[in-house]
């Protein structure tokens, strides 16, 4: 599945989404260029699970821990400074019992990282980015036919491919 997202509105739109459609526990790797949205996508669905203070970007922390409405915890990861995988072990990371894992950067803690249930690419598209949703698992693969039926209905996000609603449309 792919999904246009001409603002930072549609990223955060696409947050919410995930959001609501997630199971848990769910682990999601977020590939992406340096600025391709990453972060936004993060802390709009961090928001959307009941996060209300602030949500740091953990670039240098590599990794800021939350706890969500009703008793889970999520995990919010940035490896891009990372020297190895091998880096991961000192944060204890399995121990944190996290429901929701959002990793950035994932492809720099490869081999130390549980395998994901939905991968998300971002990408630079003209002023806006275009996300591809790929499934890791059984469990990833249920969501994104919830995630589909969502997004049908939200006139924020727009799937590639449908058209958009169109100043002549009645
Ligand atoms: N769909 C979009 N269209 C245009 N701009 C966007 C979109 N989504 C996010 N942005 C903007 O892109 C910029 C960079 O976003 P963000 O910090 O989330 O990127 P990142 O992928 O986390 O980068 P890094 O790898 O450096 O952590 C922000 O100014 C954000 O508002
Ligand atoms: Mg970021």
């Known amino acids: ?14 947050g919410g989404a995930l959001a609501s459609t997630q199971p848990s526990p769910a682990i999601v790797h977020l590939h992406g ?33 939350y706890p ?21 072990e000192f944060l204890a990371l399995d121990d944190a019992g996290a429901d929701l894992w959002l990793v950035e950067w994932p492809e720099r803690g490869q081999g130390a990282l549980p395998s994901p249930d939905l991968r998300i690419d971002l990408a630079v598209d003209g002023p806006g980015r275009l996300a591809t949703f790929l499934p890791g698992s059984p469990s990833g693969e249920a969501w994104l036919s919830r995630m589909s039926k969502t997004v049908a209905c939200d006139p924020l996000l727009t799937p590639t491919g449908r058209k958009g609603p169109q100043p002549t449309d009645p």
């Open 33 to 65: 260029d340096l600025g391709a949205g990453k972060s936004t996508l993060a802390r709009a669905w961090l928001r959307a699970l009941g996060v209300t203070g602030a949500i740091r970007s953990p670039t240098y922390t590599l990794a800021e821990h």
């Open 1 to 14: 599945m792919r999904m246009q997202l001409p603002d930072a509105g549609a990223t955060e739109a696409m």
């Open 68 to 88: 969500l409405r009703g008793g889970a915890k999520a995990l919010h990861l940035d490896l891009y400074r990372i020297a190895g995988a091998g880096e991961l």
